[in-house]
């Protein structure tokens, strides 16, 4: 099992920048997929940003380009570049991790709160 912790959130105004990082422990990162996932308020949970084990890497259409994500395994840590933020970027980011093809090998980060005003 793999515990993730997310950090980095916080409160920016539009066209500002954010880094999180997704710190995992208990396994090594590099046996997972990692991704980024985010859920504003009253909607449902999105897929922001992936990366394979491999490193390929794939985005959500609304982040390409203003956003990147990235891993180190030596850390154990995962993190999503975020610039040129926009208030509908607003919402909850979650870490994922997973094995491919092994569903019961799917874990979750706690969340962090983005909040980009206008």
């Known amino acids: 099992q793999v515990q993730l912790v997310e950090s980095g959130g916080g409160l920016v105004q539009a066209g500002g920048s954010l880094r999180l990082s997704c710190a995992a422990s208990?396994?090594?990162?590099?046996?997972?997929?990692m991704a980024w996932y985010r859920q504003a308020p009253g909607k449902q949970r999105e897929l922001v940003a992936a990366i394979t084990r491999g490193g390929s890497t794939n985005y959500a259409d609304s982040v390409k380009g203003r956003f990147t994500i990235s891993r180190d395994n030596a850390k154990n840590t995962v993190y999503l570049q975020m610039n040129s933020l926009k208030p509908e970027d607003t919402a909850v980011y979650y870490c994922?991790?997973?094995?491919?093809?092994?569903?019961?090998?799917?874990?979750w980060g706690q969340g962090t709160q983005v909040t980009v005003s206008s």
């Open positions: 208990g396994r090594t990162l590099s046996t997972y997929a």
């Open positions: 994922q991790a997973k094995i491919p093809g092994l569903s019961q090998y799917t874990y």
